[in-house]
């Protein structure tokens, strides 16, 4: 464990910079939303398309590494959803907390797993965190939404509009052009492979730095009952369930350690913004955020360790 907890130090001292940054250097909102900007639509698009274009596909279990995480998706919402009368009895939540609580339960903060892979497993494993995004971005976004509309400010689902965002999601399509290129089985030039791969490099700090900007200390104080079972779900419970769908799926090695990365990883920081305009528990999604990146540079190293055990009998 001593060895993964190393290989995360990095991402998290990258997290913490940012966070100083933010306070220092680079104070303003619109410098942040530049860089942020830069990474979504420009730096981590040119990192999926070289990778997964030269990867080969066949060494990696695409279908169980995309299954499991599927599935672990689809069980954790009914998890959440089961427990929200509970809830409401016990510690009085109301809809639009449950909404944050499903967000930050469910949702994952695709820079740090991207950035965790890659700096564990190298190109297998952002390889193998493409086939995750591919697998779960699109309905983590679809149920983030239904339930905000039916929970938060209950009103009509406009489901073109949910799939036109869907469909602009630059991430998606970079898995969809890579693949592509690789299944189609054409070379990549090396002019093109030098330019995306020059902006790949910059992708992963950059991708850091954008999550430790979002942080807030004042989150840390007097967490909620409703924000502690959130941290525990996402922090805790998801890793399990994904460790125990990829076992089920025949993962092993780097395949079943990439899952419980994935799954282990905090909640997206963009569902704070999708909070604020559906009608959600906006301040407490992001304290939520702000404890789980607290608490994942503990969490996380358990869990991938766990994984990589398990895999090794």
Known sequence: MLTV???????????????????????????????ENLVYYVLFPAL?????????????PIAGVGGALLLSVIVMSLICLAMRPMLARMIGMNGPTFTSLFQGATRWQTFVALSVAGNLWGEIGITLSSVAMVAMIPLLN????????????PQRLAWPSLLKTISKNPLIWACIIGLAIN??????PRPAHGFLDALGRCSLAMGLLVVGAGLRLNDLHKPSAATIVTVGLK?????LIAIGLGIAFGLTGISLAVVACAAAVPSASNGYVLARQM???????AQVLTIQTALAVLTMPVFIAFAEQVAAK
């Open 5 to 35: 907890f190393a290989a995360l130090v990095p991402v998290f001292l990258l997290i913490v910079l940012g966070f100083g940054l933010r306070r220092t250097l680079m104070q303003t909102d619109v410098m942040w939303i530049g860089v």
């Open 48 to 60: 999926l398309i070289d990778t997964l274009a030269r990867a080969n596909l066949t060494s990696v």
């Open 142 to 153: 679809i149920l983030a939404v239904w339930v905000l509309a039916h929970y938060a400010a």
């Open 183 to 188: 299944l189609a089985g054409l070379p990549m």
């Open 235 to 239: 922090l805790v419970v998801m890793p």
């Open 279 to 285: 009608g959600g528990d906006a301040p407490m999604l």
